[in-house]
């Protein structure tokens, strides 16, 4: 059981990434997934997150707008676009897989990726 992030990088005020996750192992079908992020000296929390049960979603208030989340079921992949991006926007980011309550609760994600760095630059 796998997820491998990749997409992050470095870019521009304003710029835009792609992350990508995909899943081995297991079937992402049965699963919330989502991304979230952690700043050094904060706590972890949710960007974006996307139940494929009930196809609810949760955008965090500050990617509202500019962030989008989306899954590609062939692939077993699931995506983040952002857009506009900010210089706050800068730290790693982490996929994840997990059967939740409530999609945007973090202790609720069993399967974590290895998490990929985004830097805005201003």
């Known amino acids: 059981v796998q997820l491998q992030a990749s997409g992050g990088g470095l870019v521009q005020l304003g710029g835009s990434l792609r992350l990508s996750c995909t899943a081995s192992?297991?079937?992402?079908?049965?699963?919330?997934i989502g991304w979230f992020r952690q700043a050094p000296g904060k706590e972890r929390e949710a960007v974006s997150c996307?139940?494929?049960?009930?196809?609810?979603?949760y955008y965090a208030d500050s990617v509202k707008g500019r962030f989008t989340i989306s899954v590609d079921p062939a692939k077993n992949t699931v995506y983040l676009q952002m857009n506009s991006l900010k210089p706050v926007d800068t730290t790693v980011y982490y996929c994840?897989?997990?059967?939740?309550?409530?999609?945007?609760?973090?202790?609720?994600?069993?399967?974590w990726g290895q998490g990929t760095q985004v830097t805005v630059s201003s």
């Open positions: 192992g297991f079937s992402l079908d049965s699963y919330a």
């Open positions: 996307f139940s494929r049960r009930d196809g609810s979603t």
């Open positions: 994840a897989a997990g059967v939740t309550r409530f999609i945007h609760i973090v202790e609720e994600y069993s399967y």
